[in-house]
């Protein structure tokens, strides 16, 4: 079945580690996103990429970094988790910037 | 600050009746508003979307109104189910501006619970 997958879908870690979130669409859509969601707040930005080889920032992207080496893969990295970070994190896709996005199950992560 | 506001973080229908949701926003840019529903665990999904261009849009029992006077949409479900227990999100964008293409702002959510 089509769609957004993200791996992995829970994980437990120490502050001050890198961690790499994955996330790999198959749907061949242009734009992708990466947003948190926290208790009482809805979804927030973190960074999005319109095409391949692009990225740019949204409301909330300090701590976070992204690459987009090609059409189907976006991984989100924390480069050293601090327990604010702890969130569900999702993963979007929509095939261009104009289209409603489609989201993956999310990525439930917990800093200690 | 908040763009897209739900000032209702719950409602709670019986079954058969009607569950009206709503969502107010700030910004004049905006030009296309989405309606999403979360399952606890899954991703949110896409409902419904309207343009500014109108004030009304139908999907089976789902209806998105827009009032751009107001800077207000409401989400109808005419009859409400238990299945429809959901948390729903309304996200605004502003299409037409290159910067902010395709970038969706979301509101806090409604947690709906519909009762048989």
């Known amino acids: 079945i089509a769609g957004i997958t993200q791996a992995p879908t829970s994980q437990i870690l120490a502050a001050g580690r890198r961690m790499t979130l994955r996330c790999t669409q198959d749907m061949r859509h242009n734009a992708m996103y990466w947003y948190r969601q926290d208790l009482g707040l809805g979804l927030r930005l973190i960074h999005y990429s319109n095409t391949a080889g692009t990225t740019g920032k949204g409301e909330v992207p300090d701590g976070y970094s992204v690459s987009r080496a090609n059409t189907d893969d976006f991984p989100l990295t924390l480069a050293s988790a601090v327990p604010s970070q702890t969130s569900v994190y999702f993963c979007?896709?929509?095939?261009?910037?104009?289209?409603?996005?489609?989201f993956g199950d999310g990525t439930r992560l917990s800093i200690l | 600050d908040q763009q897209v506001k739900q000032n209702s973080p719950s409602l709670s229908v019986q079954e058969g009746r009607i569950s009206i949701l709503n969502c107010d926003y700030t910004?004049?840019?905006?030009?296309?508003f989405l309606w999403y529903k979360k399952y606890p665990a899954e991703g949110p999904t896409f409902l419904i979307s309207i343009s500014s261009i109108k004030d009304k849009n139908e999907d089976g029992r789902f209806t998105v109104f827009l009032n751009k006077s107001a800077k207000h949409l409401s989400l109808h479900i005419v009859p409400s189910q238990p299945g429809d227990s959901a948390v729903y999100f309304c996200?605004?964008?502003?299409?037409?501006?290159?910067?902010?293409?395709?970038?969706?702002?979301f509101g806090r959510g409604t947690q709906l619970t519909v009762w048989p």
């Open positions: 979007a896709s929509s095939e261009t910037g104009a289209q409603p996005q489609h």
């Open positions: 996200a605004a964008s502003a299409r037409k501006r290159g910067s902010t293409l395709g970038r969706l702002y």
């Open positions: 910004n004049s840019m905006f030009d296309y």
